[in-house]
């Protein structure tokens, strides 16, 4: 039974068309067990938005019988790019794309409309963090792991000791635009890949939906004459489509996977000569999909991350964990950590 002066944390997962919201006690256990969205309207601009966050907000409160006293915080996670603090970036971004949002204070519009305490976080450092809760419980904060998480391009997050590391400007664990090596993983005559953030042949450039869009499909469409997806037209919806062949084991489907998890394993390489993490999660569409489909791509990714004997032998590789509540169960951890003192200072 709790007590009615325990106090919580409400989690709020803003998205590009909605906001996932959830409440966690400080002992970590969430009083919500599944997905609870409602719109997040963050193509009308911020304004809207706020009281989109700002219901949902409320919405939970009813849901979970919280009494709105009780709340002592709110993590907040959105897509990037922002700044550590949750300002938007000033030259906008693709789920930002109203002009209102550049430069806007996320973070500290919402405390200011709702009068509590918010802490920022980008949604792939949340989800990172909560891959880690999941997988180390209660040692978390004696651990380190990196996850990689594949959508419209590459999110993720280095957790150290427990704690996410953010940086100086709040781009650390940008994992997406690290460089890897392309010898032996791009196919004969395929181009350099190059990502939205102008550096060719970075991790995002080949694992993210988009480096499917742009770089991938385009070239094993032309090593695969006659495939079903050359049919399609419109490149950007034959990109969706991959996914689901892949699952079917179709053969090109699987090369455009392949490199991906070549990609990451790559990525998870360079990882590991940089903080030798205790674990790696991959998370994204591509592991909820069909187990044969999701297990060979991790043993893909596992067969291209080089390690030495001492790391093979007890570093954990493992899937990010629920991962539409990822980033609300995230946020809400990261707040809990700040609001019992001991996260890093990010601000005051
Ligand atoms: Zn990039």
């Known amino acids: ?67 709105r006293a009780r709340v002592r915080g709110i993590g907040l996670d959105t897509p990037g790019p922002a700044s550590a603090d949750g300002v938007v970036s000033s030259r ?56 990689a998480i594949v959508g419209t391009g590459l999110g993720g997050g280095v957790i150290e000791a427990g704690h996410i590391v953010r940086g100086a400007s709040g781009f650390a664990g940008e994992l997406g635009h690290v460089h890897v090596p392309m010898e032996g993983l791009l196919g004969e005559g395929q181009p350099l890949p190059r990502c939205n953030c102008g550096f060719f042949g970075d991790v995002e450039s080949v694992a993210s939906l988009t480096g499917i869009e742009k770089n991938l499909l385009p070239y094993w469409l032309s090593r695969f004459e006659g495939h079903e997806l050359s049919k ?44 030798d993490p205790d674990a790696f999660f991959v998370g994204g569409g591509v592991v909820e999909s069909a187990p044969e489909f999701r297990d060979w791509f991790l043993a893909t990714v596992r067969a291209n991350t080089t390690l030495r004997e001492e790391q093979a032998q007890t570093v954990k590789l493992a899937l990010v964990p629920d991962r539409d509540m990822a980033g609300a169960r995230g946020a809400a951890l990261a707040a809990v950590e700040f609001l019992h003192g001991s996260a890093s200072p990010d601000h005051s």
Request: glycine share 12%; charged share 20%.
């Open 92 to 147: 906008g971004s693709t789920n930002f794309a109203h002009p209102g949002w550049r430069g806007f204070d996320f973070r500290g519009a919402l405390e200011a409309r709702l009068g509590v305490r918010v802490v920022y976080n980008n949604d792939g450092n949340a989800a990172a963090l909560y891959a880690h809760y999941v997988a180390f419980g209660a040692s978390a904060g004696n651990r380190s792991s990196i996850s």
């Open 232 to 275: 399609v037209g419109d490149v950007a919806k034959a990109a969706k489509l991959v996914r689901s062949y892949g699952e079917k084991g179709d053969p090109l489907a699987r090369k455009i996977f392949e490199q991906q998890a070549m990609a990451i394993g790559r990525l998870f390489t360079i990882a590991a000569n940089f903080t």
């Open 1 to 67: 039974m709790q007590t009615q002066d325990s106090w919580v944390v409400v989690g709020l997962d803003n998205g590009g068309n909605k906001n996932n919201a959830t409440v966690v006690e400080p002992t970590g256990r969430f009083l919500v067990d599944s997905m609870v969205e409602t719109p997040s309207r963050v193509q009308e601009g911020p304004q809207v938005a706020i009281e989109a966050l700002a219901e949902a907000f409320t919405g939970i409160l009813a849901r979970t019988g919280v009494d």
